[in-house]
Nanobody, 124 residues
Framework: QVQLVESGGGLVQAGGSLRLSCVAS????????MGWFRQAPGKEREFVAA????????YYADSVKGRFTISRENAKNTVYLQMNSLKPEDTAVYYC?????????????????WGPGTQVTVSS
């Protein structure tokens, strides 16, 4: 398993931006597909974005497409989530997740390693 730690969450006004970071340790980072998920109060955890080993392929939930960008720096064992044009409905705990292997999947059960999460709050 790889260990993950997120950072970069906080409070921002609607329309603002935040960049989340997730640093991985313990295994060869480039062997993992990386993803971001989020869980709002009273709701189930949902997929936000995922990125392939090389970073050439990215996938997004419809709700964030065009506003969020996932990227990775394998040399730094880090994956990022740039969030622009934030909305109050983006308020959630954001989790970084890792999946060993080349297939990019987007469901929670396909990811074996998770970070503790970072809170993002968007005020209206």
């Amino acid at each position: 398993q790889v260990q993950l730690v997120e950072s970069g969450g906080g409070l921002v006004q609607a329309g603002g931006s935040l960049r989340l970071s997730c640093v991985a340790s313990g295994r060869t980072f480039r062997n993992y597909v990386m993803g971001w998920f989020r869980q709002a109060p009273g709701k189930e955890r949902e997929f936000v974005a995922a990125i392939s080993w090389s970073g050439d392929s990215t996938y997004y939930a419809d709700s964030v497409k065009g506003r969020f960008t996932i990227s990775r720096e394998n040399a730094k064992n880090t994956v990022y989530l740039q969030m622009n044009s934030l909305k109050p409905e983006d308020t959630a705990v954001y989790y970084c997740a890792a999946r060993f292997g080349p297939r990019v999947l987007t469901t929670e059960v396909d990811f074996g390693s998770w970070g503790p999460g970072t809170q993002v709050t968007v005020s209206s």
